[in-house]
T-cell receptor, first 108, second 115 residues
Framework: GIQVEQSPPDLILQEGANSTLRCNFSDSVNNLQWFHQNPWGQLINLFY???GTKQNGRLSATTVATERYSLLYISSSQTTDSGVYFC??????????FGTGTSLTVIP | GAVVSQHPSWVICKSGTSVKIECRSLDFQATTMFWYRQFPKQSLMLMAT?????????EQGVEKDKFLINHASLTLSTLTVTSAHPEDSSFYIC???????????FGNGTRLTVT
């Protein structure tokens, strides 16, 4: 499978701050998704973004496939944004390989 | 749409017993299902890819005789952890893919504890 690395591994933010999470992948990919895993383990789809830029409220994501990275932007962070963020990449056939994760804590 | 249901959500079993976990696609036909495993504070590791009507393809290092996968219909795949041991305690998550559907959809996971 492909190697997927995320940075930073841990992030602590003051409520209202902005942040950028990065996902690097070792090979060309067909698909890339960003997920938020809540404390109960549920994976919440944030973005399906093989290339380009998408926005959904305070969140946006950009994937530059030719340079093998994706970025997740969180603006005006809230305590409910806390949790672990994963990116997952697929070379084809929908076999997604997950990144190492970024654990985000937003403090009031 | 595109709901994936996983059952049970948690299970506790004794060492040496077998446990079956079900993954169902509720409103679409899943030609392919995937099984992942997640240890505490770690990432999700792909265990195997399951195609309807054929044998599962296991990732390197995953024991196929230990983790039996059956994908007998287009809406159901099962993972059986045979002769479970405490080191098999983990969070198991399935995902499903249907033709023309994207993104990939995940079940809510099963937390297995082997005592």
């Amino acid at each position: 499978g492909i190697q997927v690395e995320q940075s930073p591994p841990d992030l602590i933010l003051q409520e209202g701050a902005n942040s950028t999470l990065r996902c690097n992948f070792s090979d060309s990919v067909n698909n890339l998704q960003w997920f938020h895993q809540n404390p109960w383990g549920q994976l919440i789809n944030l973005f399906y973004i093989p290339s380009g830029t998408k926005q959904n409220g305070r969140l946006s994501a950009t994937t530059v496939a030719t340079e093998r990275y994706s970025l997740l932007y969180i603006s005006s962070s809230q305590t409910t944004d806390s949790g672990v963020y994963f990116c997952a990449a697929d070379r084809g056939g929908n076999q997604f390989y997950f990144g190492t994760g970024t654990s985000l804590t937003v403090i009031p | 749409g595109a709901v994936v249901s996983q059952h049970p959500s948690w299970v506790i079993c004794k060492s040496g017993t077998s446990v079956k976990i079900e993954c169902r696609s509720l409103d679409f036909q899943a030609t392919t299902m995937f099984w992942y495993r997640q240890f505490p504070k770690q990432s999700l590791m792909l265990m195997a890819t399951s195609n309807e009507g054929s044998k599962a393809t296991y990732e390197q290092g995953v024991e196929k005789d230990k983790f039996l996968i059956n994908h007998a219909s287009l809406t159901l795949s099962t993972l059986t952890v045979t002769s479970a041991h405490p080191e098999d305690s983990s969070f198991y998550i399935c995902s499903a893919y249907g033709q023309g559907l994207s993104p990939l959809h995940f079940g809510n996971g099963t937390r297995l504890t082997v005592t």
